[in-house]
């Protein structure tokens, strides 16, 4: 299986906040942005991996700046690292304010998905070739990244995580 580069799955999502979109305080519903989020991510392991997938892992997300309505929500998606049978993507998400003509941060996030074989059995997907710095920095970060996702998810033991021990232990 060829390795793929990191910018050949780059999503970018776009969406408008409409009135059904917000709370109570005229802002967009975190639960809504987590809910595009989690397709911007999904097209993006698709790209990387051509089959379908599922979410494996949502990792914290903390929200920077509110959207507001009618603001439009970009969301930037792409897979930093591959492992056996899952991928990590990293997504940012930019609110825009369309007649100020002004774009801010809003937050990013980490989300892991798994492809899956025709049976919906996991399978095997490509490695990933990181070419720019950003890409080479979120590549390098991915393994601790996981670890710490398996630990927190029960999946590993804090002893088997080399990584994290590494990162955090002098000799």
Known sequence: MDARKASASLTIMTEIVLPNDTNVFGNLMGG????????????????????????????????????????????????TRAFNTSMEIHMKVWGEDMTQQF?????????????????????????????????????????????????????MKPDDALELKAFFMKD
């Open 103 to 155: 774009r801010y941060k809003s937050n990013e996030a980490y989300y892991t998905f798994v492809a899956l074989d025709p049976n919906r059995k996991p399978r095997p997907v490509p490695a990933v070739i990181a070419e720019n710095e950003e890409e080479k920095k979120l590549f390098e970060g991915a393994l601790r990244r996981r670890q710490l996702r398996l630990i927190l998810g029960g999946k």
């Open 32 to 79: 809504r942005l987590m809910y595009w989020m989690d397709i911007a991510a999904a097209l993006a392991s698709q790209k990387h991996c051509n089959a379908p997938v599922v979410t494996a892992s949502v990792d914290n997300i903390s929200f920077e700046n509110p959207i507001k309505l009618g603001n439009a929500v970009h969301i930037e998606a792409k897979v």
